[in-house]
């Protein structure tokens, strides 16, 4: 394997930890967040509430996996260009619809179904522009 495609595999491997670590983040947070309930119509509850939230291992987890995936995202940045890197960002839109099936049992709609054909149809046609 020669040096460019040693380049462009951790190219590759930069955006799957931007995509991978941005999905965990979406996840992780909705997943503790609706342990919570609603938030609370009064301001002052809504204080606590938030508190409560930003006291959570789990939801600090989401939030430190939100600035992993922004170092991974500026490391992808020094591999490709952006207007071909960015579109595989769409992926983590792909992977949380999955997951919130599966996990929280988030209904199925053929509007869903469709963007994400699409989303996945862009990242095709662009991937094919390297």
């Given at each position: 394997m020669g040096k460019a495609e040693r380049i462009l595999i951790v190219g590759y491997i930069y955006i799957f930890g931007?995509?991978?670590f941005t999905v965990y983040g979406q996840i992780i947070l909705k997943w503790q967040i609706s342990k919570?309930?609603?938030l609370p119509p009064?301001?002052?509850?809504?204080?606590l509430f938030v508190l409560r939230l930003l006291l959570d291992p789990l939801?600090?987890?989401g939030f430190l996996s939100a600035f992993v995936a922004s170092l991974f995202w500026m490391a992808a940045m020094t591999k490709f260009d952006?207007?071909?890197a960015y579109p595989f960002m769409s992926l983590s839109f792909g992977l949380v619809f999955l997951l919130s099936i599966f996990l929280?049992?988030?209904p199925i709609t053929a509007h869903k179904v469709i963007g994400l054909a699409l989303i996945?149809?862009?990242i095709l046609v662009t991937?094919?522009?390297a």
């Open positions: 931007t995509v991978f919570y309930g609603g009064e301001l002052w509850d809504k204080v939801i600090l987890s952006i207007s071909y929280f049992h988030e996945i149809a862009g991937s094919q522009s």
